[in-house]
């Protein structure tokens, strides 16, 4: 017997282009409404602008590396995406969007961590030094 939540192979996202163009971060970006189905069986749409101007290895990215987000084989890069959510009641409309785009090559260096002065710990260290500044609560 097969348990349908504990379906790994979920329906990729259905993509649907539209004729609707705008420019953002000097980018000319065509709309498109990606619709998936949550876990709660719900339908998503987020809307996203996407360029074809930038390339990018996006396609390659599993679903994890891209965040939260999974655009499916959307066509282009995007620039950017609006999503309605639900949080506490409240109704949201979240827009993340490209102010610039900078092509130049990034020095490795930029991505180097100074750690002077901080010690390294385990998380099981952290979990119980957490623990015990709440006085043993969850």
């Known amino acids: 017997e097969m348990d349908a939540s504990n379906n790994k192979s979920e329906a990729k996202p259905k993509i649907e282009y539209t004729a609707e163009k705008k420019t953002i971060a000097g ?16 339908e998503n749409k987020i809307i996203v602008w996407v360029t074809d101007k930038i390339k990018s290895d996006l396609a390659k990215s599993k679903k994890g590396d891209r965040g939260m987000m999974d655009l499916g084989d959307i066509k282009g890069y995007p620039l950017e995406m609006e999503m309605k959510q639900s949080q ?51």
Request: overall charge neutral; charged content about 30%.
């Open 88 to 138: 506490q009641g409240m109704d949201m409309k979240i827009v993340i969007s490209a102010t610039d785009v900078n092509t130049n090559a990034v020095d490795e260096g930029v991505f180097a961590v100074n750690t002077e002065g901080y010690k390294m710990s385990s998380y099981k260290d952290y979990a119980e030094k957490m623990k015990a500044m709440k006085g043993g609560q969850h």
């Open 27 to 42: 980018y000319e970006c065509t709309k498109a409404i990606v619709t998936s189905e949550g876990k709660d069986k719900k």
